[in-house]
């Protein structure tokens, strides 16, 4: 049966039958930010040929996608955040389409709805591109502003893996590479440039234009073209729900002090060099600048562990005969190799001169034009609305005002173990507080506390919460698992911290009722700490070919995400839960009969091998298909349904089971 539209009531997702729907599934794919077949970061590369790479077979060649499709649907999930880059549509050049590509990418989001999954499209971005550390937006972006990216390491303005691992080295941890290091690059100069000119060139460099046009709108118009280009392509599709506005932004150095290092109030997201305004556009001058260094982030508040003269070798990023747009616009001189400041408050004002609101001045008017844009082929879109990730810790909220029928779509992870790639449930630490956490419920505790935090963002435009990215490193403990399962091991043991770490954030995301898609699945990763997900040593992935053995199907820890859950309730979910130790789940629906079509409750393989056994109200009516029960009320009020293993399933594990 093809899917429905979505539609938003309150902090809901409804479908056309009425039926509160709670979504549940994975990002597609982590290894999307790099081309296709050999783009990897595990790669050495100069980016040369950044404008004739391809991104088709990404996420997977189409020849792939029934495979990988119904091995999604088989674990009980019912959407996709698809994941595409504006690199991957015009990277060779301004208005230049790969049109391949967008007809592979629309061919791969057609598809998805053939195995009942919901999409919305995620445009994604890291640290603004591969060239400057991360993924997103194409290599000429840099050339049009008169930057040279070929520059950037050299001159310390951006930390990029293809350039500072030596790939000779056998050993895949690397100081030149520290681990999980990328996100350095928000702070580092290539990005404070980048992201202050496409959220604020408008009044920060009034006279800078490109090929007449102001740089913001020059930059913010280019990405939206892309937008545009895809949604014209989906809009036909039912099943794909809308789209998100781009992920996880930054705001570059808009906010800050033009001498502000940002040391007596650090970011709990911030690591590494703490660089200033000023300094960032000294370095980009060419000119030396030592700086303090944040460290500490996964024992709680950041804090400053060291100093660092950054650039020593006097490396200038411009290009022969471009000037620095921020001089010409009075922010700052330089003379003599110095940067001296003009104008200190130039980064924390606003548009009409007066204090700078972030959300009211940067983000408000940006998800005003991607609705606009995307709701120009479909006006029932929804829009999945990102702020920066640091806008929470610091008092920077979304907009007052948000577009009709917004979903608020952070980001969640527990950031001990993805900066750490370490999980023990019994000496574990919350990171953003540095509170020491000990036993199952303690760090259960701190997951609901966290995840709450991020729902209650909604509160103020009164929309349904999805969490967009939450994952668990897979190479914990320098990849004692990999070498468990090359030794041989296939035992649940061999995955058995991920599986807990999995089972603590699914039962979060239970008690407070949300939507979450999981960091990720990606069709080449590999159990090789240099590979992981292809990109930046990251290694999330809920699927690998090296877990593949014939008797098992790729995926890892499974049983942690692969678990019971109402995709669709005939009425409001009020409550659901899951036990994993017995394999007992319960739900409480305010049940609804005038809403003709039933509840659906996932049930996968992974956590009912032997078949399910369904407990519902006097007088309901269910029914069992593979990997779904389906209810129907009897009649309006709380309607209580329990799922567990059968009988015959349950003795047997009984039996199993040492005493």
């Known amino acids: ?76 999930f019912n959407c996709v955040r698809l994941l595409t880059t504006w690199e991957a549509i015009e ?102 440039l980048m992201w202050s000119l496409f959220f604020g060139g408008r009044w920060l460099t009034p006279q800078f234009e490109i090929d007449g046009r102001n740089v913001q709108d020059f930059l913010q118009g280019r990405y939206l073209a892309c937008l545009d280009q895809v949604a014209q392509r989906l809009a036909g599709l039912a099943h794909v729900v809308g789209f998100e506005s781009l992920n996880e932004p930054s705001i570059g150095w808009l906010g800050q002090g033009l001498s502000d290092r940002g040391v007596d109030n650090p970011s709990p997201l911030a690591i590494g060099p703490a660089i200033s305004p000023l300094d960032g556009l000294a370095l ?10 944040f460290g500490g982030r996964e024992e709680g508040a950041p804090r400053v562990v060291a100093e660092r003269t950054l650039n020593p ?15 010409a616009a009075g922010i700052y001189a330089f003379k003599d190799g110095q940067a001296s400041p003009l104008d200190e408050e130039a980064f924390r004002r606003g548009p009409g001169g007066g204090g700078l609101d972030v959300p009211r001045d940067v983000f408000a008017p940006f998800f005003e034009a991607v609705a606009r844009t995307m709701r120009a082929h479909r006006p029932d879109w929804l829009l999945f609305a990102e702020i920066e990730v640091a806008g ?13 029928a917004s979903v608020n779509a952070p980001h969640w992870y527990d950031l ?6 370490r999980f023990d449930v019994e000496d574990h630490v919350d990171a953003l507080t540095g509170r020491p956490l000990r036993g199952e419920a303690e760090v259960r505790l701190s997951y609901v506390k966290s995840l709450g935090a991020r729902k209650a963002l909604a509160e103020p435009f009164g929309g349904p919460t999805l969490i ?83 008797a098992h199907d790729g995926g890892r820890a499974a049983e942690g995400f692969a678990r019971p859950y109402v995709r669709a309730a005939q009425g409001r979910l009020v409550r659901q839960g899951f036990d994993r130790a017995t394999r007992a789940f319960e739900a409480v629906i305010e049940a609804d009969p005038r809403i003709a079509a039933p509840s659906e409750i996932a ?49 047997a594990t009984a039996r199993s089971t040492p005493g």
Request: proline share 8%; with cysteine.
């Open 284 to 293: 980009a001058r060419g000119a030396a600048t030592t700086v303090p260094v």
């Open 392 to 404: 929470p810790f610091v008092g920077r909220p979304y907009p007052r005002t948000m577009p009709p």
């Open 468 to 550: 967009g990215e939450i994952g668990i490193q897979f190479d914990l403990d320098d990849g004692a698992s990999y070498d468990a399962w090359a030794a041989g091991a296939r035992d649940p043991e061999v995955f058995g911290k991920q599986t807990l770490a999995l089972h603590l954030m699914s039962d979060a995301l239970d008690e407070l009722g949300l939507s979450a898609t999981w960091w990720n699945y990606s069709a080449s990763n590999r159990n090789d700490p240099r590979v992981g997900d292809g990109w930046n040593q990251e290694d999330l992935s809920i699927f690998s070919r090296d877990q593949q053995d014939g």
């Open 91 to 192: 990277h060779a050049g301004p208005g230049v389409y790969d049109e391949a590509y967008l007809d592979y990418f629309a061919e791969i989001a057609r598809l998805a709805g053939d195995y009942g999954l919901y999409v919305f499209v995620d445009f994604h971005q890291d640290a603004w591109s591969r060239m400057s550390g991360g993924s997103g937006a194409p290599g000429w972006t840099f050339e049009a502003v008169g930057l040279d990216f070929t520059r950037f390491h050299a001159a310390n303005a951006a930390l990029v893996m293809q350039r500072a691992f030596d790939y000779a080295d056998p050993n895949p941890h690397q100081a030149g590479y520290p681990r999980m290091s990328w996100s350095s690059n928000y702070r580092l100069p290539a990005n404070g």
């Open 1 to 76: 049966m093809p899917l429905s539209p979505l539609r938003v009531l309150g902090d809901r997702f409804i479908d056309a039958e009425g039926r509160d729907v709670l979504l549940r599934g994975v990002n597609l794919g982590g290894d999307s930010k790099t081309p296709w077949p050999d783009g990897g970061t595990h790669r050495p590369s100069d980016f040369s040929d950044h404008r004739a790479v391809s991104f088709v077979g990404r996420p997977f060649p189409l020849a792939e996608a029934q495979e990988h499709f119904s091995r999604l649907r088989a674990w009980g």
């Open 603 to 651: 049930a996968p393989a992974a956590a009912y091998p032997g078949g399910v056994e369904v407990t519902a109200p006097a007088g309901c009516r269910w029914e069992t298909a593979p990997g779904v029960v389906r209810v129907f009320a009897a009649q309006a009020g709380p309607m209580t349904l329990r799922l567990a293993p059968r009988a015959a399933e349950a003795a």
């Open 416 to 421: 001990a173990n993805l900066a750490t790639k």
């Open 313 to 327: 070798a006097g490396v200038a990023i411009w290009r022969d005969g471009a000037g620095c747009p921020f001089e």
